[in-house]
T-cell receptor, first 117, second 108 residues
Framework: GAVVSQHPSRVICKSGTSVKIECRSLDFQATTMFWYRQFPKQSLMLMATSNEGSKATYEQGVEKDKFLINHASLTLSTLTVTSAHPEDSSFYIC?????????????FGQGTRLTVV | SQQGEEDPQALSIQEGENATMNCSYKTSINNLQWYRQNSGRGLVHLILIRSNEREKHSGRLRVTLDTSKKSSSLLITASRAADTASYFCATDPDQFYFGTGTSLTVIP
């Protein structure tokens, strides 16, 4: 099946710094990628939908300036957590879907565990 | 916002028993999917059922969908310790909105 690679898998950063998380579709072109956040023992919360070549669509309550999303190519979307604070510590997961496949599964990355100290 | 809710939130069974999890959702869907997540890992796709389907099987998994009740169930038969994980349903239109998840523990 299709593979989505997410990097890094774990990152620890200091408060006030920025962290970039990459999501790559390895064997297909993804016009749309999704970014999720998951708190411990909770479900995945959709943060934003990333569209190649255009601005991301953010869910209500998600700070656009805090979570910068760039989808510059059909195989790469990045999420940058700017000026990170301890409350940003979480598990972030991306997913991607092939274009023209409305009724199929999304492919998920393995997630990035961010710890802000 | 989350679309679905799974029930129960936690389930503990003995190995060999069957496990049933339910998912309810709120709006019209194109399809519904079940995913599995081991602790601290990404999601693994288990099965997709389209809105015009009522039942689907895959190995030890059986999924039903009742669009009139906006609900789905996932049955895992002859459970194994390795089935211990969290299970989520996700609905599709366009974005995937996840339910709250069922934490399944299979005791050897």
């Amino acid at each position: 099946g299709a593979v989505v690679s997410q990097h890094p898998s774990r990152v620890i950063c200091k408060s006030g710094t920025s962290v970039k998380i990459e999501c790559r579709s390895l064997d297909f072109q993804a016009t749309t990628m999704f970014w999720y956040r998951q708190f411990p023992k909770q479900s995945l919360m959709l943060m934003a939908t990333s569209n190649e070549g255009s601005k991301a669509t953010y869910e209500q309550g998600v700070e656009k300036d805090k979570f910068l999303i760039n989808h510059a190519s059909l195989t790469l979307s990045t999420l940058t957590v700017t000026s990170a604070h301890p409350e940003d510590s979480s598990f972030y997961i991306c997913s991607a879907r092939s274009p023209g496949t409305a009724h199929t599964e999304a492919f998920f990355g393995q997630g990035t565990r961010l710890t802000v100290v | 916002s989350q679309q679905g809710e799974e029930d129960p939130q936690a389930l503990s069974i003995q190995e060999g028993e069957n496990a049933t999890m339910n998912c309810s959702y709120k709006t019209s869907i194109n399809n519904l999917q079940w995913y599995r997540q081991n602790s601290g890992r990404g999601l693994v796709h288990l099965i997709l059922i389209r809105s015009n389907e009522r039942e689907k099987h895959s190995g030890r998994l059986r999924v039903t969908l009742d669009t009139s009740k906006k609900s789905s169930s996932l049955l895992i038969t002859a459970s194994r310790a390795a089935d211990t994980a969290s299970y989520f349903c996700a609905t599709d239109p366009d974005q995937f909105y996840f339910g709250t998840g069922t934490s399944l523990t299979v005791i050897p």
